[in-house]
């Protein structure tokens, strides 16, 4: 009794499995995969931001050299600056801070070593919301650090996105 119970159970979780990998491929969901960018080679210069690290990785694991020095390069990407802000969104009736908004913005250009002239300074940007509560201190501290890596994370991803943009002239 116990094995046929158990052989029923085990065919609802597989048609579970089955229903749920069909509904997924119907709606268009695929895994991310490599993007395609027109350069292999890109020198990174300028100001040492926090997503540099995460970019550099990111570029490598889509097939891209980051290259020593701007000779080898075939497109030259230079980052600016980032900003970080933090602003309150809402006060509780006795003036205590209950919401504060997080925003990330990094600017970047780029151009074609061949080329003299920059593209127009591009700005990528994250935004979050985050209740805040003083008697969870710690708890919220982490919040926070978590989602400025969420941020910093998500401009990667554009920063990318709009590489994958870039048509190359000189090949």
């Not at 990407?77 to 205590?96: A, D, F, Q």
Request: include cysteine.
């Amino acid at each position: 009794m116990k094995e046929i119970t158990m052989q029923k159970t085990i065919m609802r979780h597989i048609s579970l499995f089955v229903l749920f990998t069909l509904a997924l491929s119907a709606c268009g969901f695929q895994l991310r995969g490599m993007t395609e960018l027109s350069f292999k080679n890109l020198y990174i210069q300028g100001a040492p931001l926090s997503i540099s690290r995460d970019l550099k990785q990111t570029l490598k694991t889509n097939g891209v050299q980051v290259v020593e020095n701007a000779e080898g390069a075939e497109l030259l990407l230079e980052l600016l600056n980032e900003t970080y802000e933090k602003r309150i969104l809402s006060l509780s009736g006795g003036g205590l801070v209950r919401e504060f908004e997080l925003n990330y913005r990094a600017n970047f250009r780029t151009r074609e070593p061949a080329n003299p002239i920059w593209s127009k300074v591009q700005t990528v940007q994250a935004r979050r919301d985050f209740s805040y509560n003083d008697n969870a201190l710690l708890g919220k501290a982490d919040e926070e650090s978590r989602l400025n890596a969420d941020m910093r994370q998500d401009a990667v991803r554009e920063v990318l996105r709009r590489l994958t943009a870039i048509k190359l002239t000189t090949k």
